[in-house]
């Protein structure tokens, strides 16, 4: 070959390379301005910045991940267009049209203007906060408030409201109107004024001092209807104000308190711990049934959205808040549950009878809805033990293992011997007092709640079948769709422990809720379901919130009904020659009963729980009064009063 021809087969390479590097740029890099705005656009809705037409590409995903990050999953980004591209004064930019929607569907629509820079033969797209939105400046991005509507209201029977929104007052300290010297006259017009506030004057001068600025020391929320009764007596303290609110309230203080449960504005902590799923300005249900249904009763994810900026206000550092689109708000579903007023009031007024710690619990065993839920803490606010709590049952358990014993051949006339004291596999059982009742029916043993018979008598029924006799009587059912708890009886076989567990001790636990369904199942002679919440709410607790499905008891054994008339029959007795003879006055239809005194903790000699738990008519309750000691003595009483206050 030539040196001329190798000279022409060098350009012709060159030419090719380079023809070859041009369609390869053509590929990846716009030639026109509107090429370049729609990949813009594209990359943009998908929320992915992988075209080349970015200066920096990197820098530009990270600026569109920290202005959108608020958005988190309340607001979804649906598309990006192109609307029309215009010159001016030397500058080239792309209309963008946004459309953004809620969770519920609804959008919020705007257009931006993204700058175009040509550079050689391709255009470039440079991304800025104002190409995102317009009102969005350097530094700034978006951030998101809750918007929400109305609360949903809990009712009761014949849809009484039992919780709604209400007005209420907010009363603080103002530290820049107060003096340290009126900080003990300001505690002491507020203890005097306000019941039950038991303010200690240390405590809030430490709040006063620690409080920065202007911030207002919170001391005390009060009903509407509370704080008129008090104005007069504190309204004139130093450095008091008062501030006019809305809240999630009962319909009277304390009723149902604990298991209606609370709601109020998101915290900072909630916002942290929520990881996304709670924003600022978000109302939510903190306990009962406030908590376990707070989807339903808070309704759609209502939210505002603002453009926010740089601090603006060099002494308080607040940051500037611009609102941008504030979707629609929408009220909350309401949830019907079972409770009765009457019914309640009884059950809260009967509970605070108690001098220790008490739940009680009315179910109707015609239908299994649950009555009234009451708490009562003499210590302070109650948490739910009659829906929650898990104790030993004790002697009530006896309508348990006493059913277990019919169905294995025991006859309520059989006699059955109840010493002082009998010896299982080398563990001594003993009868309350030291009782002895000798060689008498087991009618007579269950009415007088001897130990020993029982103990004695487990050798009759095995441990399946004493849980069998429990899940008869309801007890073993999952109430977790209405955040509640039941009973755990375990199949033990093991000597001691089953011989305890005919008594209700070794490891049978139980809530109130599942006593008062035993109760509930003798008097109904079926296996009885409680119901608390109707309607949709519990399928969807079931599928959502409680992450379990509750049990529908098609795998339960049936409950005799002739058994459950037995059993029903010693509970009369105990009533009216046992154990709970002081409910034998009650006004109103016969009451039957079993009391129980269930021991717990470490202690010699151990401490008790005291347990009632009867019906009457179409009416069955149970009593637990913690640390109450005997039966008799703590829980009988209450369910005296509850009988009465129902009557």
């Known amino acids: 070959m030539s040196k001329k021809s190798r000279v022409w087969l060098a350009v012709t390479l060159v030419i090719v390379l380079l023809a070859g590097a041009g369609v390869f740029a053509l590929f990846r890099l716009p030639m026109t301005k509107s090429s370049a705005a729609k990949a813009a656009a594209h990359d943009l809705a998908e929320e992915q910045l992988s075209s080349d037409i970015w200066h920096e590409k990197d820098l530009a995903q990270g600026l569109f991940d920290r202005v959108t990050k608020a958005l988190g999953t309340r607001v979804d980004l649906r598309s990006v267009t192109v609307d029309d591209i215009t010159e001016a004064d030397g500058r080239t930019v792309a209309t963008l049209d946004w459309t953004w929607a809620n969770n519920d569907g609804e959008s919020w629509e705007y257009s931006s203007q993204l700058p175009l820079e040509k550079n050689g033969l391709f255009w470039w797209a440079d991304l800025t906060e104002k190409a995102i939105h317009p009102k969005l400046g350097k530094g700034g991005s978006f951030a998101l408030r809750a918007n929400p509507g109305g609360r949903g209201k809990i009712l009761g029977a014949d849809d009484e409201v039992l919780m709604e929104e209400g007005k209420v007052v907010d009363i603080g300290v103002h530290p820049n109107r107060l003096e340290p010297d009126t900080i003990g006259r300001l505690v002491s017009g507020l203890n005097d004024g306000v019941d039950s506030l038991d303010l200690d004057a240390d405590d809030l001068e430490k709040s006063v001092d620690d409080a920065e600025g202007n911030q207002l020391v919170p001391v005390v929320t009060l009903r509407e209807d509370d704080y008129k009764e008090v104005k007069s007596a504190i309204h004139d303290l130093p450095g008091i104000l008062f501030t006019e609110d809305t809240q999630t309230l009962t319909r009277s203080r304390g009723f149902a308190q604990a298991t209606l449960g609370s709601a109020g504005p998101a915290s900072a ?379």
Request: a negative charge; proline letters at 4%.
């Open 269 to 647: 902590d909630d916002i942290e711990k929520s990881k996304g799923e709670i924003i600022a300005g978000d109302i939510v249900g903190r306990t009962g049934l406030q908590k376990t249904f707070n989807s339903r009763l808070a309704g759609p994810d209502s939210v505002e959205v603002f453009a926010k900026g740089d601090a603006t206000d060099d002494k308080g550092g607040k940051t500037k808040l611009t609102s941008l689109h504030a979707f629609e708000s929408k009220d909350g579903e309401d949830l019907e549950t079972t409770l009765d007023v009457d019914i309640q009031a009884a059950a809260d007024k009967a509970a605070a009878t108690a001098k220790k710690p008490a739940a009680v619990v009315a179910i109707r065993p015609s239908d299994g809805h649950v009555l009234a839920v009451a708490n009562h803490d003499p210590g302070g606010a109650a948490w739910d033990r009659a829906l929650s709590g898990q104790y030993a049952p004790g002697s009530v358990f006896k309508i348990a293992s006493g059913l277990a014993l019919l169905d294995a051949g025991v006859s309520p006339d059989d006699d059955i011997d109840c010493p002082k004291t009998v010896n299982v596999g080398g563990k001594s059982f003993k009868n309350a007092e030291d009782e002895v009742l000798g060689n008498v029916s087991f009618a007579e043993d269950f009415a007088h709640s001897c130990n020993t018979a029982f103990v004695s008598s487990g050798d009759k029924v095995s441990g399946s079948e004493l849980a069998d006799a429990a899940a008869q009587l309801g007890m073993l059912g999952d109430a977790s769709a209405i955040g509640a708890k039941m009973a755990s009886v375990p199949a033990d076989d093991d000597e001691v422990t089953h011989a305890a567990q005919m008594i209700g001790q070794g490891k049978v636990q139980s809530s109130p809720l599942a006593v008062a369904t035993m109760t509930a199942s003798v008097e109904a002679g079926e296996t009885i379901t409680p119901q608390l919440v109707l309607g949709d709410a519990v399928e969807e607790a079931e599928n959502g919130d409680s992450g379990e499905g509750a049990d529908d008891g098609s795998d339960s054994p049936t409950l005799d009904a002739d058994a459950a008339k037995e059993v029903s029959e010693m509970m009369r007795k105990v009533v009216t020659e046992g154990t709970a003879t002081d409910l034998e006055d009650v006004p109103g239809d016969p009451v039957h009963g079993k009391t129980g005194t269930a021991e717990y903790g470490d202690e010699t000699p151990p401490r008790t729980h005291s347990w009632f738990a009867g019906f009457q008519g179409d009416l069955a309750v149970a009593v637990l009064v913690e640390d109450g000691g005997f039966g008799a003595e703590a829980a009988v009483p209450v369910a005296h009063e509850f009988f009465e206050n129902v009557n």
